[in-house]
C-alpha cells in the first residue's frame, strides 16, 4: 500500500481522505480531528473561513499549509460569476492553483448547477488553474468535465450533509470506468461503511466534513473514516470474487470420510 499514491494533476498524496474545516465547534477540535484523519488534503471555503484577516483568528495558525494542502473552495456560490471572483481571490492571497469548484443550483437541496459549474471550470482551466469539480452523479456530465479540463472528478454521493450515504452505486460505478481521472466521492457521506463503499466502488477519495464534525464524537469519527478508506481501497486492488446465486463449499468434496 505504501507505493499506492493518490495523484491529482501532478501532485502526490499518501491519504486518499479529504477533509473539510467547516462545522466544527471551533478551530482546535478541527485541527485535532484533521490531524487524527491522516488527511493531507483539507477543504477551505475562501467565503466563510478567515484565511486574510489577521485581526482574527487564522486557519493557518491551527493547520499549518506547508505541511497540509489547502484546497480552496467555492462554497456558497450560485454563480459562475461568484465562483470564478472567489477563486481568483484565492490566488491572490494564497497563491492556490489547485482548487476545488462548486456552483450550487438552489438552496434547500445544494445540488450543483451543472451549466454553470461547466461554463466555470472551462474557463478557470483555461486561466492555469487546477480544477477539482463537485458534480452530480451524471456519467455525461462527468464527462464533459473532463473534457473542457477537470483534474479531478467530485460526484455527490447524496445531497450535501444529508448522510445519505451512495444513493446511485451505479453512476458513480460508471464515472469510475470511462474516465482516467481520479474520482473523489463529496458530499452525503454519513458514516465510516460509505467511504469504505465508495472506495470498494474503485473511486480515488473520498471528502468528509459533516459526517466528522457533527458526530457524536468527532475524534473517533476522524478515525474511522481513516481506517475506512485504507480498508476499502485495500480490498478494491486486492479484487473481490465474483458473485454468484449459488453457493460454493470452503472446504474440498473430494476425499470426504
Known amino acids: 500500500m505504501k507505493s499506492d499514491k493518490f495523484h491529482i494533476g501532478k501532485k502526490k498524496f499518501n491519504s486518499r481522505l479529504i477533509v473539510g474545516t467547516g462545522k466544527y465547534k471551533n478551530m482546535s477540535e478541527c485541527a485535532k480531528a484533521i490531524k487524527i484523519s491522516g488527511a493531507d488534503i483539507v477543504t477551505v471555503a475562501v467565503r466563510r473561513v478567515n484565511i486574510s484577516d489577521k485581526k482574527k483568528p487564522l486557519l493557518m495558525d491551527y493547520i499549518n499549509p506547508k505541511k497540509i494542502t489547502y484546497l480552496p473552495n467555492t462554497a456558497g456560490c ?68 473532463e473534457n473542457v479540463g477537470a483534474v479531478a472528478i467530485m460526484p455527490l454521493a447524496a445531497p450535501i450533509g444529508s448522510g445519505l450515504g451512495i444513493l446511485n452505486k451505479t453512476n458513480i460505478f460508471i464515472i469510475r470506468k470511462q474516465t482516467k481521472l481520479p474520482v473523489i466521492i463529496d458530499a452525503g457521506l454519513g458514516q465510516a461503511s460509505d467511504a469504505a463503499l465508495a472506495m470498494e466502488l474503485g473511486c480515488d477519495g473520498v471528502l468528509v466534513n459533516t459526517a466528522i464534525a457533527k458526530a457524536k464524537k468527532p475524534f473517533g469519527m476522524a478515525l474511522a473514516f481513516k481506517h475506512a478508506v485504507i480498508a476499502g481501497r485495500q480490498s478494491y486492488i486486492s479484487g473481490r470474487i465474483s458473485k454468484n446465486l449459488s453457493g460454493n463449499p470452503s472446504s474440498p468434496i473430494q476425499g470426504i470420510i
Open 78 to 145: 450560485f454563480t459562475s460569476e461568484d465562483a470564478l471572483r472567489t477563486l481568483r481571490l484565492a490566488r491572490e492571497i494564497g497563491g492556490w492553483k489547485l482548487v476545488k469548484l462548486e456552483v450550487l443550483g438552489d438552496r434547500k437541496n445544494l445540488f450543483p448547477d451543472m451549466i454553470e459549474t461547466l461554463k466555470s471550470t472551462e474557463v478557470l482551466s483555461k486561466e492555469g488553474f487546477k480544477v477539482m469539480v463537485y458534480c452530480n452523479d451524471d456519467p455525461l456530465m462527468a464527462k464533459r468535465l
